[in-house]
């Protein structure tokens, strides 16, 4: 990886270094320089050029990787932009060491499920994204007809409940919405992403309604049985069709053998958890508190164990937040009430010190967390060519962190339109420092420098 050979720099450069003995390359961590112009990485050495003049940045041990990728985050605007925006999501989202993100579908007005919206979300986007962002479009049960025109305007692929999605515009679909809809992707060559809970009545079915402040009642009123089920039919739908599925949000650690085995077959599936399944447990969760809730449920310590195993063994592919905040109204905050709380969680902003934190005590090395975080998120969304690597010619989206260092969740830290967040309180290791987008310095120690620098991501 390590090159000596003279960079040529151009008369007007906008060249400039990142020095540091902890350098994230392909190959490994490496002392030496990365060297960035413009957007782009232009090469890695271990001297400077004899005629370099531009800025050097020192990041001494810290830790220089690549950007984090969250594909999985809902903005809700606009039409609920008073739940999310834009402007905060990717402001938090830089201050995390995020540096771009792919939005879901449902939670604006008009939702994602055709051209025509598809093109009032862009413009609501436009001018207030401090990250990178790419879209999902949506499946709802009478959008076929549009699939293919929305396909080809720019979103990376489609999403679609098997259950209620807490949004009425975004209604959840059948298998046979579904297997339609997988034929569709098929020809753009893009993924179906799939809310994995299939609802039935159940034997704890009532307990929610006669204890809506009881995190276990809420915990058993969505059971594995309905994850497992779910996840089982799009193994189904996936083999028939032979077209990509991905199961968003994993929970159940019973569906793991599921998905194992169906990756052993060959078949086009991929499966991604989120940091609530894996730093935080039922056991630990009051009655009454909302900020908790999401659907599926954050299950059993026991349980959530076995995710991580997942992530080591590669049955998950990845990590991203499903961050899905609501006001403090929807949230119930002062009710309690766990059956009308808005089921989503904020957490942006926190990604890579929660697993960070959580992923050393389980010896997962730095490495393999950038690849949980980044590559192969970047390999799902289809950029892996340029995103997810420092490499010559790859986009210039860097984090720069301190492992050594640790500091406790406050609200004042806080950059989501709302500071309800569950990992308030904890300690956490790993403290973000400078985040780089597209060669820009967006945040730089607990300040926004280059604001507006994301662009859209299209397809
Ligand atoms: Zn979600």
Not at 369 to 388: D, N, P, R, W, Y
């Amino acid at each position: 990886m390590l090159t000596t050979q003279q960079v040529i720099i151009p008369m007007k450069s906008t060249l400039f270094a990142i020095k540091g003995n902890n350098i994230l390359c392909p190959d490994g961590f490496n002392k030496g320089i990365l060297l960035i112009d413009g957007a782009k990485i232009v090469d890695f050495v271990d001297q400077l050029p004899v005629n370099y003049e531009g800025k050097i940045i020192d990041a001494a041990e810290r830790i220089v990787m690549p950007g984090l990728i969250d594909c999985h985050v809902h903005i809700n605007e606009p039409g609920r932009s008073h739940w999310e925006g834009f402007d905060t999501a990717t402001k938090a989202a830089a201050a995390g060491g995020i540096t771009s993100m792919v939005e879901m579908p449902l939670n604006a007005t008009p939702v994602t499920t055709n051209r025509k919206n598809f093109e009032i979300k862009l413009k609501a986007a436009a001018n207030k994204l401090h990250v990178n962002c790419g879209f999902w479009g949506g499946v709802v049960p009478d959008n076929e007809h549009e699939l293919n025109d929305l396909l080809e305007s720019g979103v990376f692929g489609l999403k679609a409940f098997l259950t209620h999605s807490g949004i009425d515009d975004f209604p959840n679909t059948t298998a046979s919405h579904l297997r339609k809809a997988l034929l569709i992707l098929k020809k753009h060559n893009k993924p179906l992403l799939v809310h994995c809970e299939l609802d039935e009545p159940h034997h704890d079915s009532h307990l929610l309604e006669k204890s809506p402040n009881s995190y276990q009642a809420y915990l058993k009123s969505r059971p594995k049985s309905w994850e497992n089920k779910a996840v089982q039919l799009m193994i189904d739908l996936c083999r028939e069709t032979q077209s990509a599925v991905h199961l968003v949000h994993i929970s159940s650690a019973e569906a793991l053998p599921l998905i194992r085995a169906a990756k052993l077959e060959g078949l086009p599936i991929t499966a991604e958890t989120c940091p609530q399944y894996l730093c935080l447990f039922a056991e630990m969760i009051p009655d009454g508190a909302t900020q908790y809730k999401c659907a599926p449920p954050i299950r059993e310590k026991q349980n959530n164990e076995l995710l991580w195993e997942a992530l080591k063994d590669g049955t998950l592919d990845f990590i991203v937040t499903d961050h899905s905040p609501a006001p403090p109204d929807i949230k119930e905050t002062s009710s309690g009430n766990f059956a009308k709380a808005w089921g989503g969680i904020a957490g942006l902003q926190f990604l890579l010190p929660l697993i960070f934190t959580a992923a050393k005590e389980r010896g997962f090395t730095v490495e393999q967390l950038a690849k949980l975080t980044s590559l192969h998120v970047a390999q799902f969304i289809g950029m892996a060519e340029t995103k997810g690597k420092l490499q010559k010619g790859y986009d210039a989206d860097i984090v720069c962190w301190d492992q050594t260092k640790s500091f406790t969740v406050k609200q004042d830290l806080i950059h989501h339109r709302h500071k309800i967040c569950p990992y308030e309180g904890m300690n956490l290791l790993g403290v973000v420092e400078q985040c780089w987008v597209a060669g820009e310095l967006v945040f730089d120690k607990g300040n926004f420098l280059h604001l507006e620098q994301g662009k859209i991501l299209l397809k």
